[in-house]
């Protein structure tokens, strides 16, 4: 099924650690976003790209890092996990507006 | 910062009523968008309204705008048990690529 893929769905990481998220969408959408949710705050964009090769700042950026080598691909990564990042985090693309969402990724940093 | 501003945070009704609720917003839009998100999901688009449309319907789903109080609210008519979920306004500007989302009202539907 055409859609927005997310791995892993769950993950504990140590305060420090790196890692990676890989958000994956086969419907030849230009426009990605990944934003995070904690409790109360809605969704808040931390990247996004407007296409293969491009990523800009969404509102909070600091301690993550993007990549979009190939269309169909958008990373985020950590490089240094901080317990203020605990939360879910969600892939999109968009296409005419609107958006397509992953099922998220919760991730603990302990 | 946030957007968009939903009310009310949460509001349960009882199987068969309808629910209202409504998002604020700031700065002038393009469009306004509704999402909806189970427990634990990811959002799914409910609908999208152009900042030059005053009134959309979706099945079950009407949804007005009045730019010139920067609000929009979202009817659902005959609610069933299904509905429970959070329900997210999401707005973007012209010529910006960012869609930015409200806080959320959480919607519960009693038997």
């Known amino acids: 099924n055409a859609g927005v893929t997310q791995t892993p769905k769950f993950r504990v990481l140590k305060t420090g650690q790196s890692m990676t998220l890989l958000c994956a969408q086969d419907?030849?959408?230009?426009?990605m976003y990944w934003y995070r949710q904690d409790p109360g705050m809605g969704l808040r964009l931390i990247h996004y790209?407007?296409?293969?090769?491009?990523?800009a700042k969404g509102e909070v950026p600091d301690g993550y890092n993007v990549s979009r080598l190939k269309k169909q691909n958008f990373l985020l990564g950590l490089e240094s996990a901080a317990p203020s990042q605990t939360s879910v985090y969600f892939c999109?693309?968009?296409?005419?507006?609107?958006?397509?969402f992953g099922s998220g990724t919760r991730l603990t940093v302990v | 910062s946030q957007q968009g501003e939903e009310d009310p945070q949460a509001l349960s009704i009882q199987e068969g009523e309808n629910a209202t609720m409504n998002c604020s917003y700031k700065t002038s839009i393009n469009n306004l968008q509704w999402y909806r998100q189970n427990s634990g999901r990811g959002l799914v688009h409910l609908i999208l309204i152009r900042s030059n449309e005053r009134e959309k319907h979706s099945g079950r789903l009407r949804v007005t705008l009045d730019t010139s109080k920067k609000s929009s609210s979202l009817l659902i008519t005959a609610s069933r048990a299904a509905d429970t979920a959070s329900y997210f306004c999401a707005t973007d500007t012209f010529g910006n690529e960012k869609l930015t989302f409200g806080t959320g009202t959480r919607l519960t539907i009693i038997p």
């Open positions: 999109a693309s968009r296409y005419r507006g609107v958006l397509t």
């Open positions: 790209s407007v296409g293969e090769g491009t990523t």
């Open positions: 419907m030849n959408h230009e426009y």
